[in-house]
């Protein structure tokens, strides 16, 4: 997105977000905050005030009055603005999905195996078990499994990905959703949604702002803070009885204001957070939509915050995904080169992952550069399970390579010899946890073919990072103990599932669980969908099943299986800024309390002059210039609200100790200065 597009979005946001802060007004709005709700209140309070003052029933000074409304109607509309300002990038986001989401004709067929008799239908009558054809350039009306074809699918319009998926029935890569476009070939699709339930329906009510349940701690944090607003509350009525009955005490007319005592309680109210609080949530909710998740709940972010368990897949996640050649290890005087050459003549037309492997690191090694096998009048020999080898004949030669029994049966047929050197280098390799693969050419063993999974870069950072906030990270592979125990170690890992089954995945979910443990994990089969549905926090992937997906609180729209731990950290930010927050709210309430009620009460009490360090004039200098800070404050602190604070990977402890130390004594510092 250039750079003036993106400030046109922003100024569309800011207009909504201006014009929604005034439409939020309505009581009923106002109430569902009931911090802000009493500074709504005192508003329409001080409003009326100002009133009866200009008909001579006065309060205090009509300019005074005047100017606390004005200062209160601003604070109850900057804390408008905040939740408006954070609904309205995901409102924005909305729109952007409405636009896409478009109704379109739908092939509907009777069967898979009846496709000649198709029935045009609008997608949107589309209901779920209904089963349609998607050709070439069709986009696919309703989400869905293919139940028959193979076809690649431009995903960009949901995921934003301009690299086309492969889809196909069976397996993992079976889902399909609503509104992305078939490229090539063709699919037969079995919708699973009914109309208005579809992904991108999901999408839209989750990213709508506006429509965000609160969290079971944001609940809890309000609970606390409309505590303390009652507890002011209760102060404040107090307080203009106590001046009522100093008064008559000291036979003079000093009794406070009802003016000033609203707006001290207003100065006194949790003010700053209560009018966060929602912002900081919807935000968070934003954070995670902008990273391509889409959460089903906020409770699921706030989980993501709490973690302590990780488990992340070993393929794909740790690893690269495909076993790479890392190694020619020649045997019984085999000369180094030779083997290499063996080995890539074998992996020319070997077009995996793990035969390009081994071409690449025989040209790079020994600059031995691929040849043309039409040339040498050679015949490639493909990989079969029953064989468990490749290879290629050329020029009356045979070289293969494959498995180590396979290859031992090979060489011994061609009345060769598998040597103890051979045996030793394979069983090391394995032990290891690589893959040994042995190269024979013409019925002797050159030697063997070293892969391995490649851990990727920078994982043993983000790891230790991990351990570093208290999260224990457990790899859940596949591959047999040894194997995995030897890629544990090289990525840095807590722990390890080997010979990983959906059993076994669900068993040690529960097992962390009934310990304490907050669990989450990743995953995109069928047969991860249990342990899915038993993690606290479970990512499936879009790319994955639709049990999968049905069974996880958050789907992953690019199907990064690293993106659990962005997830953890987005989570972890969202209780970090509230928690900041928090703090630096309640310490400017204290350091308010101190600041205006020495002035507020010297006229009855002028020992209390000793308390007025900031030597301020006047009780109603004093809360005008308290009034003026708490509206402003907010606008101030939105921006770090919508952003977040700034995350880092520390321990529980010293994350607190910042906080206090940044937001406590600084919220305890800034009101004295604004104030001053």
């Not at 699918?153 to 949901?158: F, G, Q």
């Not at 000793?610 to 939105?638: D, H, P, T």
Request: proline share 3%.
């Amino acid at each position: 997105m250039s750079k003036n597009k993106l400030k046109a979005v922003d100024k569309n946001i800011l207009i909504r977000a201006i014009k929604d802060s005034f439409k939020k007004l309505n009581p009923k709005i106002q109430i569902q905050n009931p911090v802000m709700f009493i500074v709504y209140i005192a508003s329409i309070l001080t409003s009326i005030l100002y009133i009866a003052a200009l008909f001579g029933i006065k309060d205090n000074s009509p300019h005074f009055i005047l100017a606390i409304a004005v200062l209160l109607w601003f604070t109850v509309l900057f804390a408008n603005f905040a939740e408006a300002i954070a609904e309205g990038r995901g409102k924005a986001q909305a729109d952007a999905l409405r636009s896409s989401k478009k109704d379109v004709m739908a092939n509907k067929i009777p069967s898979a195996d009846n496709m000649t008799k198709i029935t045009k239908i609008n997608s949107a009558s589309l209901k779920k078990g209904d089963i349609v054809i998607v050709h070439a350039g069709e986009q696919i009306p309703a989400d869905g499994e293919v139940i028959d074809g193979a076809a690649s699918v431009d995903e960009s319009a949901i995921t934003g990905e301009s690299a086309p998926v492969i889809r196909e029935s069976g397996g993992d890569r079976s889902a399909v959703t609503g509104g992305t476009t078939v490229i090539s070939d063709w699919l037969i699709i079995s919708v699973t949604n009914d109309p208005g339930e579809s992904f991108l329906d999901k999408m839209i009510a989750m990213v709508e702002g506006a429509e965000r349940k609160k969290t079971p701690n944001e609940i809890a944090l309000e609970i606390l803070l409309v505590s303390l607003t009652m507890i002011f509350l209760v102060v404040t009525v107090t307080l203009y009885a106590y001046s009522e009955f100093a008064s008559v005490q000291a036979k003079q007319l000093n009794t406070i204001s009802v003016t000033s005592l609203l707006a001290l309680l207003v100065c006194l109210a949790p003010t700053t957070i209560g009018a966060l609080l929602s912002a900081i949530g919807i935000a968070g909710m934003s954070r995670l939509n902008q990273a391509n998740v889409l959460a089903m709940s906020g409770r699921a972010i706030e989980a993501a915050g709490d973690v302590d368990i990780l488990m992340l897949d070993k393929t794909g996640t740790i690893t690269l995904g495909n076993r790479q050649a890392s190694e020619f290890i020649p045997v019984d005087g085999v000369d180094i080169r030779e083997l290499a050459d063996a080995a890539q003549l074998s992996s020319l037309a070997d077009e995996t992952p793990e035969g390009r492997s081994v071409v690449v690191l025989a040209k790079e090694q020994f600059g031995i550069r691929g040849r043309n096998l039409s040339e040498l009048n050679a015949k490639f020999v493909p990989f079969t399970a029953k064989t468990r080898m490749s290879g290629v004949d050329f020029l009356d030669n045979e070289v293969r390579k494959g498995a180590a029994e396979a290859v031992k049966e090979y060489v011994s047929s061609k009345g060769g010899e598998y040597s103890k050197e051979c045996d030793e280098v394979v069983k090391e390799i394995s032990k290891a946890g690589g893959t040994p693969l042995v190269v024979a050419k013409n019925g002797r063993i050159l030697g063997i073919i070293h892969l391995k999974d490649i851990v990727k870069q920078g994982v043993k950072e983000k790891f230790s990072d991990l351990r570093k906030m208290g999260i224990k990270t457990i790899m859940i592979t596949g591959d047999n103990p040894l194997t995995a125990a030897a890629i544990a170690a090289e990525a840095g890992v807590d722990d390890f599932l080997a010979e990983a089954t959906p059993e076994g995945k669900l068993n040690l979910i529960r097992d962390y669980q009934s310990k304490g443990h907050l669990v989450a994990m990743t995953g995109d089969g069928t047969n991860d969908a249990p342990a899915l549905a038993q993690a606290d926090v479970a990512v499936a992937m879009n790319t994955g099943t639709q049990a999968a997906k049905e069974a996880g609180n958050m789907v992953d729209l690019d199907s990064s299986p690293t993106k659990l731990i962005d997830i953890v950290r987005i989570g972890k930010q969202l209780l970090m800024t509230r928690g900041a927050l928090t703090t630096f709210s309640i310490a400017n309430d204290v350091a308010k309390y101190f600041a205006i009620l020495p002035p507020l009460f010297m006229g009855l009490y002028p020992q209390l002059s000793v308390l007025n360090i900031m030597r301020l004039q006047s009780a109603e200098s004093a809360i005008l210039s308290a009034v003026i800070y708490n509206a402003f404050i907010i606008v101030a602190l939105i921006p770090l609200a919508l952003k977040g604070i700034k995350y880092r990977e520390v321990s529980a402890g010293n994350l607190l100790r910042r906080n206090i130390f940044i937001y406590g004594i600084g919220g305890i510092i800034a009101p004295f200065i604004a104030i001053k």
